[in-house]
């Protein structure tokens, strides 16, 4: 009797064993398949060539100048992965013009012609678990686009083929319609071995300038917080950033004299602060605009007190048309006044936005070509026309104005109006990939845009025009179809 009772709970044992192995493979199963769920691989790309003919682009040519046409190429490989809490992505992108390489040989014919860059590559740790209430709480860290509401301040720059990119750390929040991010960044030219001197300038044999409006210098260090709250009418978010610059003294020696400018120890600091609000207080239409400050010290030192003011209006007119007329200001200084090392500086600064997308297509302000310190007035209309679902018509005119006075260079003043361009565009989306792009600008300047305080051009041509052609692809490797 006691050895069949004994027998007996030997076969339990095994029962219960089994159960439990049967329990911890199920987990293990479950745990593996919610991993295998979860974990996601993208892989996409884009090829985007553009043809240019310019004729007074960015800045206005003399009466003699030929017109230039090229291609430039944007050749972008994107590949992420989500993981059990974290996100991986990393972009490659190459930027070169067609013909700047020699056919017969695989090097580039300069080094600073090297089109090879690393656009992105962060990964993002997320901070709170599955069963967190918080919809998103993360830590983006590495080379990264940040970019907010209308990129009017803080944006990808995605016109120009190189784009915009910050080496930086963000902390993420959002959770029922609220936004709240954290940046920071710190720039260093290499590994040292002591201090923390900086030199964002480029060198001049690089054949750029960092920054736009003629900034010149990348910034040391950059902090910022950013809030935004979605209503059922629309979104309104808030601004505060600080970018610094490393401090430098000019030193001049030999003879003749040359003058070096010599960094040092210490930074000035920029602050901008300001509200973006895009509210729709009816189905047919949209208020969009925004308010900042800047004070603190530009990048040479000099006390900083300027502000940008924008609106703008779009109204649907009918199905397939809107309407969209505005007004910005930034302000800027008063051209008939010494610029001296203690006067303070009014002129604003549009920070890291995308100054293609709101003053004008040519580019000729708050880009890469600098037009004074005089701050802007742009008064706009822009139309858009849907004239089929893959084909839509855009239609801008600018009016633009200095908003400050302008020196005649004589202890007088000129008129202060610089000119009107108009903007056609046209997009059709061949497929739900490709994308063709066709533009035309044209611009009335006047002698003020030509004069020295401007873009100071002798001779110049006051009827600039450009034009181009995009085709921009974007596969997403992954998908079947």
Not at 218 to 228: I, P, T
């Amino acid at each position: 009797m006691q050895k069949i009772s004994t027998t007996i709970q030997k076969i339990k044992r095994l029962r219960e064993g089994k159960k439990s192995r049967a329990v911890l493979l199920g987990m293990a199963m479950s745990l593996f398949g919610y991993n295998a769920a979860n974990a996601q691989f993208t892989a996409s790309g884009q090829f985007r060539p553009r043809t240019e003919f310019r004729d007074g682009y960015s800045t206005l040519q003399k009466k003699d100048a030929e017109t230039a046409a090229f291609t430039s190429q944007r050749t972008r490989l994107n590949v992420g992965f989500t993981g059990y809490r974290f996100r991986f992505f990393v972009a490659v992108q190459d930027v070169r013009v067609w013909g700047q390489d020699a056919s017969t040989i695989n090097r580039t014919t300069t080094a600073e012609n090297n089109g090879i860059q690393l656009h992105e590559a962060w990964g993002e740790i997320i901070l709170n678990d599955t069963v967190s209430k918080i919809q998103n709480l993360s830590l983006k860290i590495g080379r990264q686009e940040i970019s907010y509401d209308d990129q009017k301040v803080i944006g990808g720059l995605d016109w120009l083929q190189q784009a915009r990119y910050h080496d930086a750390v963000v902390l993420k929040f959002a959770n029922k319609g609220w936004t709240a991010d954290f940046g920071a960044a710190f720039n260093q030219n290499k590994e040292l071995l002591e201090g923390t001197i900086y030199n964002g300038v480029p060198p001049v044999t690089a054949g750029y300038t960092a920054g736009t409006n003629g900034l010149g210098t990348n910034y040391k260090s950059l902090e910022y917080a950013y809030l935004a709250r979605k209503f059922y009418f629309g979104d309104i978010s808030f601004l505060f950033l600080s970018d610094n610059f490393n401090k430098y003294s000019n030193v001049t020696s030999g003879t003749p004299p040359v003058v070096t400018k010599v960094n040092e120890q210490g930074i000035w600091t920029r602050n901008t602060t300001g509200f973006y609000y895009n509210i729709n207080p009816t189905r047919k239409l949209k208020l969009e605009g925004s308010f900042y400050h800047q004070f603190g010290h530009d990048k040479n030192g000099r006390s900083l007190s300027s502000d940008l003011a924008s609106l703008t209006a779009t109204a649907q007119v009918g199905r397939k048309l809107f309407l969209a007329p505005g007004i910005d200001y930034l302000s800027g200084n008063d051209g008939t006044k010494a610029v001296t090392a203690t006067s303070t500086n009014n002129q604003f600064d549009p920070l890291y936005g995308t100054p293609h997308k709101f003053w004008g297509n040519m580019d000729y302000f708050y880009a890469s070509s600098g037009f004074g310190s005089q701050g802007l007035l742009n008064y706009f209309l822009k139309t858009k026309y849907n004239l089929k679902d893959n084909l839509t018509l855009f239609a801008d005119l600018h009016a633009f104005e200095a908003a400050n006075t302008l020196s005649d260079g004589a202890g007088g003043t000129q008129n202060s109006y610089l000119g009107t361009e108009l903007d056609l565009k046209m997009s059709y989306n061949f497929t739900k990939m490709v994308n063709i792009e066709a533009g035309y600008s044209y611009m009335k300047a006047t002698n003020s845009m030509a004069s020295a305080q401007v873009k100071n051009v002798v001779n110049a041509n006051l009827s600039p025009q450009w034009a181009y052609v995009m085709v921009n692809i974007k596969p997403n490797f992954l998908n079947k179809k």
